[in-house]
């Protein structure tokens, strides 16, 4: 094959070499790699080839089946793809157990491992069992033509671990609007492997979605957070894997009502969960139809502890927002960052596309947000801090930077917040309509640490 030139797509598809039977009784099939892209199947070509359509083991059954185990895939009722045995354990709870609808032996006589092969499983010896055999690609049967969702899973899994990728159709760098996933109302699920979208992810309100993965989006594409919906990126990381920009995680609320999970969007961040490579890491307004932002969609809130913002063009953005009690008194926002980083280091992709560094969190007409124990810092080789980025830019806004507590209540040991090699620490215009601007207990390594122009009993102290 490698050097046949009339062979095409030599690097960038999967090639498959049938062979006879080399080793023990015909029917018995194994497949191979044979190098990054090429796989040899042994057996079932002379099977067929011996008794065509009345085989017992049809060729695209078996080619099916085989690079089922190419991609990772065990048996479902047979260990270890050796000896039967009942308590298989192929890793994935939603294909059919071991039973009279997938057993691990024909009905006597016979002594072959061909399972419920068609029909009822009554049909094959197993009394007052009426229901269908299996049609599991993993399982012995006729059909052979189901996957369960946690075996499409493991092969997602194995092709981003283990196997060879040089014949994947590389199409999720582009963004393609009709590709939006949407995660429905009412339901709730957990990704733990690595997915790459080629268009937007929307979670409805009533939804939430757990991340335990690397999720990659395209250029342009942005993960929607309806208001009532919830992302939860538990330890996982979202960004683009082909050196540009997605557009960020936009999360919806309701600018008249509070913050709940029931009535705002709400991203929870914990565990290392990780952001990166976005032009607006997470923003706290929803969008019109028509792309205008959406002054009545402001409200959703974020709990971020042990997190990392990095190498966004903006890592947060707060737009106007006044939640009331029930007696009509305004509160604070209920966000937080507790122990998080915001990083920018030599990733290129933001200059490359024109795009300067902004701050890294905005806010605007908001109160409340706290920041305690986190650190901002240009860790880019060379950069000068004058020419680097500000941590903190708000407008009419009250907020509280601080460090964070390790042992309460005594907090004898705390980590401070940090700024490290910026042009600015933190830049404030105007008070917000509630409480006061907090800046205590933190560390400035930077051209400028603090400016206020037009606040008043702000607190700035043991800085």
């Known amino acids: 094959m490698a050097n046949n030139?009339?062979?095409t797509h030599k690097e960038d598809a999967l090639h498959l070499f049938f062979f006879p039977v080399k080793f023990g009784s015909k029917g018995t099939d194994w497949v191979d790699f044979l190098g990054d892209n090429k796989a040899a199947i042994n057996g079932p070509f002379e099977v067929f080839s011996d008794n065509g359509g009345n085989s017992s083991y049809l060729t695209i059954g078996t080619l099916s089946h085989e690079i089922g185990h190419l991609l990772g895939l065990k048996h479902t009722n047979r260990f270890d793809n050796g000896p039967c045995n009942s308590l298989q354990n192929d890793y994935c709870d939603d294909t059919p157990p071991?039973?009279?609808?997938?057993?691990?032996?024909?009905?006597?006589?016979?002594?072959d491992d061909c399972g419920c092969w068609n029909g009822l499983a009554s049909d094959n010896g197993h009394t007052g069992d009426d229901e269908p055999c299996s049609n599991n690609m993993m399982t012995y049967n006729a059909k052979a033509n189901a996957l369960t969702p946690c075996q499409i899973g493991r092969m997602h899994y194995f092709l981003m671990h283990n196997?060879?990728?040089?014949?994947?159709?590389?199409?999720?760098?582009?963004?393609?609007?009709?590709?939006?996933?949407?995660?429905?109302?009412?339901t709730g699920f957990t990704w733990a492997n690595t997915r790459y979208l080629k268009g937007d992810l929307v979670i409805e309100s009533g939804a939430t979605l757990t991340l335990k993965c690397y999720l990659s989006l395209p250029e342009g594409a942005e993960i929607?957070?309806?208001?009532?919906?919830?992302?939860?990126i538990d330890g996982g990381r979202v960004g683009n894997v082909c050196e540009e920009t997605f557009a960020g995680i936009r999360v919806y609320g309701n600018s008249h009502s509070n913050q709940t999970s029931s009535s705002q969007g709400l991203v929870i961040l914990k565990n290392g969960a990780t952001i990166e490579n976005a032009k607006i890491g997470i923003s706290l307004i929803g969008k019109k139809t028509n792309g205008d932002l959406d002054w009545n969609?402001?409200?959703?809130?974020?709990?971020?502890?042990?997190?990392?913002?990095?190498?966004?063009?903006k890592d947060v953005e707060f737009m106007s927002y006044h939640p009331k009690n029930s007696g009509g008194f305004e509160v604070n926002n209920r966000s937080y960052f507790f122990n998080c980083e915001f990083i920018t280091d030599n990733f290129e992709t933001i200059t490359i596309n024109s795009l300067a560094f902004r701050e890294h969190v905005t806010m605007w007409d908001v109160n409340g947000v706290r920041f305690l124990g986190c650190t901002f810092e240009d860790q880019r080789s060379g950069m000068a801090p004058v020419?680097?980025?500000?941590?903190?830019?708000?407008?009419?806004?009250n907020y509280e930077i601080n460090h964070r507590c390790i042992n309460m209540p005594n907090c004898t040991n705390y980590d401070k917040t940090k700024f490290i090699n910026l042009s600015q620490g933190v830049s404030s215009y105007g008070n917000g309509s509630k409480g006061l601007i907090r800046l205590e207990n933190c560390e400035f390594e930077t051209f400028n640490g603090v400016y206020l122009n037009g606040t008043f009993e702000s607190q700035v102290r043991a800085n």
């Open 98 to 111: 071991s039973g009279s609808l997938n057993p691990c032996k024909c009905p006597p006589p016979s002594t």
């Open 387 to 397: 020419a680097s980025r500000t941590g903190l830019f708000s407008i009419h806004s």
């Open 224 to 232: 929607i957070v309806k208001a009532g919906g919830k992302l939860i």
């Open 5 to 7: 030139p009339n062979v």
């Open 163 to 186: 196997g060879p990728n040089n014949y994947w159709i590389n199409d999720y760098c582009d963004y393609d609007a009709n590709e939006t996933i949407t995660i429905p109302s009412g």
């Open 297 to 313: 969609s402001c409200g959703g809130y974020v709990l971020a502890s042990d997190a990392v913002f990095k190498n966004n063009r």
